[in-house]
């Protein structure tokens, strides 16, 4: 997956591809592999870098939901489950089982909550690992080492799946290249290209090298996320100039302009703090909370994950920042349950993503009751557009994406391989540690690679900071094969340094900097100047101490 050669396959101008994908996060990234692996010809730009937004900052779960279900959406939380299964299936070396347990402190709570718990096994249609059973007083401290047993009665025990959001992100941009797509990251759209009343292509802009790039193609897709409406408003004003130039708008035209999809953005923020919280393998779900929420305190790459929050926001960012009451929430609730009360300095990484919901119909829904479920909308022009949805069920939408895509840009119709196609890397047996655990068994099969890199060049063993496992062959392997081009890219995507540790990953950015320019070929501007970019980033938005020599 080079970066140089996708680009050169984007700019032969002689090329009209089957799909154009807008957006590198898991909504495009997966319609990208469903594309690709039925024969059509893809490409997908990024205008940042892949799942730059909220795709690397979710509560790390492939899960149906288990709050959905108290909202009655049995069909959605049904369809995840499956698709839970298909991920075990096809990416174990990124997506495993996980036990959760639920404290009860409330006389009748622990078989309300088992109840509840039996119907997600059933709703899942199988037995899996971990299967949800009651628990004893003592059991459930056994599980949880450091809840609180005061009033404690009990438990329920069930299993959930978890996963490397941005690393699985990075697996279906490698399988998509593997099945013949072209992507390409830091390609933001600047204009979309219309003959007549339809939408033929993009008009990309190169943000590293300042080339401006036209794509043509039979259909595009736009699965930008929260950016989505800045898509449909390029879309808007093209038909907006057609009717100016005579070609008036019919009535049913414009009856679809005003029916355009809009997005309802709710951030979601998460902290993480020391494994010494929550020491252990078993993840706590949390099940009631002041707003109606649950929350999770999750094991996660030798830390602790507690998440998350659901408030509304006006400005969309492309760098959220937790506000003051969603850290404050976050504590004061892990605070009722852990028996060593978490305080802001124990944070060690912040972040916040932005959900892409759709727009309820009535006003004044929060956005906590807003559907997590997609939607699919084909404007007049032929551009196809999808709000919503959650990483469990990237997959369907993709499915349901391509089949559109087939529909409105008259493509061969080609059956689905995606139910059952092992992702990137799937090892095709488990000697290779996939264990949340384990910083390396995400790559799957290549690492036996990225230790043939260590064999030839020993120093590459090193690690980038004491408190990492991550090594300098980690940032080689992610500039040649997994288009890297920034610091900030490896620290925050490709290994996950940034939202574990930031102060950590603040002290590596140096070491990071200097193998990348070496591998890019870089002066010392360039890695002075992403340098100071990382550490303004990393003070800014996830460390949580600061002293003066680290302010930028």
């Known amino acids: 997956m080079k970066r140089s050669e996708m680009i050169a396959a984007m700019e032969d101008r002689g090329e009209t591809w089957d799909v154009i994908i807008i957006g590198g996060g898991a909504t495009g990234l997966g319609a990208a592999v469903e594309a690709s692996s039925r024969g059509h010809r893809t490409v997908l730009v ?5 799942a730059k937004g909220t795709s690397s900052r979710s509560t790390k779960l492939i899960h149906g939901g288990v709050r959905y279900l108290r909202q009655g959406q049995i069909s959605m939380v049904r369809h995840s489950l499956q698709e839970r299964q298909r991920l075990l299936q096809n990416a174990p070396h990124i997506v495993h089982s996980l036990n959760f347990v639920l404290p009860t402190y409330r006389v009748g709570s622990r078989t309300f909550y088992y109840a509840g718990l039996r119907l997600y096994d059933m709703l899942a249609g199988q037995i899996v690992d971990g299967r949800t059973r009651r628990l004893s007083r003592s059991e459930t401290s056994h599980h949880l080492p450091t809840l609180k047993t005061d009033g404690l009665r009990g438990g329920v025990l069930y299993s959930d799946g978890q996963f490397d959001d941005a690393r699985l992100a990075i697996t279906l941009a490698r399988t998509a290249v593997d099945h013949g797509a072209a992507i390409a990251n830091y390609l933001p759209v600047i204009s979309l290209i219309q003959e007549g009343s339809r939408v033929r292509g993009v008009i990309v802009r190169d943000t590293l090298s300042g080339h401006e790039i036209s794509l043509r ?23 907006d100039r057609t009717n100016r130039a005579g070609q008036n708008h019919s009535a049913e035209q414009n009856r679809n302009i005003n029916a355009r999809p809009t997005v309802a953005p709710s951030q979601g923020s998460h902290l993480v703090l020391d ?10 779900m949390i099940p009631e909370t002041d707003d109606g929420r649950v929350l999770f305190a999750i094991p996660w790459h030798e830390k602790v994950l507690l998440g998350t929050t659901d408030v509304v926001v006006k400005n969309v960012s492309r760098e959220p920042r937790p506000m003051a009451s ?3 929430y976050l504590l004061e609730h892990a605070g009722r349950y ?14 916040a993503g932005l959900r892409p919901l759709v727009q309820a119909k009535s006003a004044g829904k929060s956005t906590s009751q807003l559907s997590r479920e997609h939607l699919i909308h084909t404007s007049d022009s032929g551009l196809i557009t999808v709000i919503g949805g959650k990483w469990t069920t990237y997959r369907q939408m993709g499915e349901e994406l391509i089949d559109r895509a087939e529909s409105t840009g008259d493509l061969i119709r080609r059956k689905s391989q995606t139910a059952k196609l092992k992702l990137h890397g799937c090892p095709d047996d488990m000697t290779i540690s996939t264990t949340s655990d384990s910083f390396t068994g995400v790559y799957g099969t290549d690492l036996h690679e990225i230790e043939q890199l260590i064999e030839a ?7 980038l900071h004491p408190q990492m496992a991550y090594r300098a062959a980690d940032v ?7 288009m890297a081009q920034t610091v900030e890219d490896v620290l925050a995507r490709r290994t996950r340094a940034l939202f574990l540790d930031a102060q950590a990953a603040i002290d590596a950015a140096p070491a990071v900097a200097k193998l990348m320019a070496t591998e890019n070929h870089k002066d010392e501007t360039w890695r002075l100047e992403q340098i100071r970019s990382f550490r303004e980033l990393a003070n800014g938005t996830y460390a949580t101490i600061l002293t003066d020599d680290q302010r930028v």
């Open 476 to 482: 080689v392997w992610a500039v040649r094969h997994e």
């Open 275 to 284: 494994s010494s919280f929550l020491p252990g393998s078993t993840a706590m």
């Open 46 to 50: 990024e205008a940042d870098d892949f």
């Open 338 to 351: 852990l028996q060593r009360r978490p305080k802001e300095s124990d944070v060690v990484s912040r972040f």
């Open 457 to 463: 060049r020993p120093e590459l063993a090193q690690r």
């Open 326 to 328: 969603e850290i404050e």
């Open 217 to 239: 193609a039979r259909v595009v897709l736009n699965a930008t996320g929260v950016f989505a409406e800045d898509i449909l408003r390029m879309d808007f004003n093209a038909l």
